[in-house]
C-alpha cells in the first residue's frame, strides 16, 4: 500500500471507531431529557432514577466522543493537507458555527448539568439538558452540512488565482438539497442506536430479575425505548427513501452501484441478492424484484436508471480518463447490511411494544436475550451507512472538482501513514475496552436506590414533598463495585 491508501485507511477507521459514540451521545441525550422532562411532570421518582442512570451512561459515552472526534480534526491536516488547502475556506465555515455554537452550547450545559443537581432550580436543570441535547443534535446538523458539501458542492466559486474553492453563500451550504436529506436520516439512525442501546440495558436487567422492586423501573424505561426505536425505524425508511430519490438526480453513480446496476435500464429491478463481478462488469447471480428499483427511485415503476457502464463514459468525456465507478461489491453489500441492520432492530421494537401492552412483560426470556444479542446492530447499521456513503462517492473527494488522489499529503512518507496508523489502531483499541469496561460496570450496578426504599427525599424533589428517614439524599453517588 503506497501513503494514499493508508491515509485513507486511517481515516477510515478513525471516523467509523468515532461514529460508534456520536449516535448514541446525539439519542441518547434526548432520552434522558425526556425522563428528566417526565419526572418534572409528575414527580414519579422511577423518571429520576431512569434520568440518573441513563445520565451516567450518556456522560461516559459523551467524554469517549470528544476524544475520537479531536483526533480526525488533526487528521485534515497530517495526512490531507491538499484537500484542506483546497476546500478549507468552504468546508471551515460549518465546522466553525459547529464548534463556536452547537459544540459551545452542548459542552456548557452539559457541564451545568452535571454540577447542578440541587444547586439550580429544577426548570434550570431541566433546561440545561435540553440545551445540551439541542447542541448535540445542532453539531450533527453542522457536520453533516459539511460533508453533504462535499457530495453536492454548491455556494461556492474556484479562485482562478490560487485554485482554491472560495465560499460565496455559507446559506446555500446550509441549505444544500444533500444535507437536508442526510441529517434525517443520520438522526434517526442515532435514535435507533440510542433506543437499542436502552432496550437492551434494560432487557439485561429484566433477564436477571422480573419479579424484583425495580421491574416497574425497567418496564418503564424500555417502554419508552422500544417507542423510540419504532418511531426512529419509521423515519430512517421514509428518510432513506427520499435520499434515494436524491441519489438518482444528484449520485447516480453511487445509485448504481448501490444496485449493481450495470447497464441503464427502464423498469430496473431492484436487487435482492447479487454476486457483482466488476471485473466483467456483470453480476454472477442477481435475484431482482422487477420495476422496484425504477419505483422507488422516481416514483414510476417504468423510469430509466442510468448504469455503471454508461455513466463511466460519460464521466470520462466530462472528466478525462479514469476509473469512476466505486468499489461495487462494497458499496452493494453496505447498502443491505445498512438496511438489514437498522429494520431487524426496528422489527424487535415494534414485536417489544406488542409484548408490553397493558402493563405486561414478555413471560420468557428470549425477548432479553433478543435484544441483548440485537445491541450492535443499529451501530453497524450506521458504520455501514457511512460505509456506502463514503467509498460510493470515489473517486472523489469533492465530487466533480477534486480526486482522492489529489487530496492526500504530499510530504507524508508510508511509513509516517503506517506508523500512525497502528499507533491510533491500537490505542483506539485500549480506548474501546475502557469504554465498553466502564459501561459494563455501570450498568451491572443498575440505577440508584429507590427513594421510597431508603426513606429519603429525591434529589431537587417538588416543593412540599413529604418523605421520612435520614438516608442520604438519591443523588448522592452510589457506591458502585463489580
Given at each position: 500500500?503506497?501513503?494514499?491508501?493508508?491515509?485513507?485507511?486511517?481515516?477510515?477507521?478513525?471516523?467509523?471507531?468515532?461514529?460508534?459514540?456520536?449516535?448514541?451521545?446525539?439519542?441518547?441525550?434526548?432520552?434522558?431529557?425526556?425522563?428528566?422532562?417526565?419526572?418534572?411532570?409528575?414527580?414519579?421518582?422511577?423518571?429520576?432514577?431512569?434520568?440518573?442512570?441513563?445520565?451516567?451512561?450518556?456522560?461516559?459515552?459523551?467524554?469517549?466522543?470528544?476524544?475520537?472526534?479531536?483526533?480526525?480534526?488533526?487528521?485534515?491536516?497530517?495526512?490531507?493537507?491538499?484537500y484542506s488547502r483546497f476546500v478549507g475556506d468552504v468546508f471551515g465555515a460549518p465546522l466553525a458555527l459547529e464548534a463556536l455554537v452547537a459544540f459551545f452550547l452542548e459542552s456548557t450545559f452539559i457541564g451545568l448539568w452535571i454540577f447542578g443537581w440541587d444547586r439550580l432550580p429544577r426548570r434550570a436543570h431541566l433546561a440545561a439538558i435540553w440545551l445540551a441535547a439541542i447542541g448535540s443534535n445542532l453539531s450533527a446538523y453542522f457536520i453533516l452540512a459539511?460533508?453533504?458539501?462535499?457530495?453536492?458542492?454548491?455556494?461556492?466559486?474556484?479562485?482562478?488565482?490560487?485554485?482554491?474553492?472560495?465560499?460565496?453563500?455559507?446559506?446555500?451550504?446550509?441549505?444544500?438539497?444533500?444535507?437536508?436529506?442526510?441529517?434525517?436520516?443520520?438522526?434517526?439512525?442515532?435514535?435507533?442506536?440510542?433506543?437499542?442501546?436502552?432496550?437492551?440495558?434494560?432487557?439485561?436487567?429484566?433477564?436477571?430479575?422480573?419479579?424484583?422492586?425495580?421491574?416497574?423501573?425497567?418496564?418503564?424505561?424500555?417502554?419508552?425505548?422500544?417507542?423510540?426505536?419504532?418511531?426512529?425505524?419509521a423515519v430512517s425508511a421514509v428518510s432513506g427513501h427520499t435520499q434515494a430519490q436524491l441519489m438518482h438526480e444528484l449520485a447516480p453513480m453511487k445509485l448504481a452501484a448501490a444496485e449493481a446496476l450495470w447497464e441503464t435500464e427502464s423498469g430496473a429491478g431492484f436487487s435482492v441478492f447479487a454476486v457483482p463481478d466488476p471485473e466483467n462488469e456483470r453480476n454472477v447471480?442477481?435475484?431482482?424484484?422487477?420495476?422496484?428499483?425504477?419505483f422507488l427511485a422516481t416514483n414510476d415503476p417504468n423510469a430509466e436508471v442510468q448504469g455503471l457502464n454508461d455513466l463511466q463514459a460519460a464521466y470520462e468525456q466530462e472528466f478525462g480518463p479514469g476509473e469512476y465507478r466505486p468499489n461495487v461489491p462494497v458499496i452493494f453489500w453496505s447498502f443491505r447490511f445498512m438496511m438489514a441492520f437498522g429494520m431487524s432492530v426496528a422489527a424487535l421494537a415494534v414485536l417489544g411494544l406488542w409484548l408490553t401492552r397493558r402493563g405486561g412483560l414478555p413471560a420468557g426470556p428470549w425477548f432479553y436475550r433478543a435484544a441483548l444479542l440485537a445491541l450492535p446492530l443499529p451501530f453497524l447499521a450506521n458504520i455501514f451507512g457511512w460505509i456506502m456513503t463514503e467509498m460510493g462517492r470515489q473517486p472523489w473527494t469533492v465530487f466533480g472538482v477534486l480526486q482522492t488522489a489529489a487530496s492526500v499529503s504530499p510530504g507524508v512518507s508510508t511509513a509516517t501513514v503506517a506508523i500512525t496508523l497502528l499507533t491510533f489502531t491500537v490505542l483506539y483499541g485500549v480506548l474501546f475496552v475502557v469504554e465498553a469496561r466502564l459501561l459494563a460496570r455501570y450498568i451491572a450496578a443498575g440505577p440508584p436506590p429507590d427513594p421510597a426504599r431508603e426513606g429519603t427525599r429525591p434529589s431537587g424533589a417538588p416543593d412540599g414533598e413529604r418523605t421520612t428517614g435520614t438516608a442520604a439524599p438519591i443523588d448522592a453517588e452510589p457506591q458502585y463495585t463489580l
Open positions: 500500500m503506497d501513503a494514499l491508501d493508508l491515509a485513507r485507511w486511517q481515516f477510515g477507521i478513525t471516523t467509523v471507531y468515532h461514529f460508534v459514540f456520536v449516535p448514541l451521545t446525539i439519542g441518547l441525550s434526548v432520552i434522558v431529557a425526556g425522563f428528566q422532562t417526565a419526572w418534572h411532570r409528575t414527580g414519579d421518582p422511577v423518571y429520576l432514577r431512569l434520568t440518573r442512570f441513563f445520565g451516567k451512561l450518556f456522560l461516559i459515552n459523551f467524554a469517549m466522543g470528544v476524544v475520537t472526534g479531536i483526533v480526525q480534526e488533526f487528521q485534515f491536516g497530517m495526512n490531507w493537507s491538499e459539511a460533508n453533504a458539501w462535499m457530495r453536492h458542492p454548491v455556494g461556492y466559486r474556484i479562485d482562478p488565482e490560487t485554485g482554491r474553492a472560495q465560499l460565496t453563500d455559507i446559506w446555500a451550504v446550509l441549505t444544500n438539497p444533500t444535507a437536508l436529506a442526510t441529517v434525517p436520516h443520520v438522526l434517526a439512525g442515532s435514535f435507533l442506536a440510542a433506543g437499542g442501546f436502552v432496550i437492551a440495558v434494560c432487557g439485561y436487567h429484566l433477564l436477571k430479575n422480573r419479579t424484583g422492586p425495580d421491574t416497574r423501573l425497567f418496564r418503564t424505561g424500555l417502554r419508552a425505548a422500544l417507542a423510540v426505536t419504532a418511531l426512529a425505524g447471480v442477481s435475484v431482482q424484484i422487477p420495476y422496484a428499483l425504477s
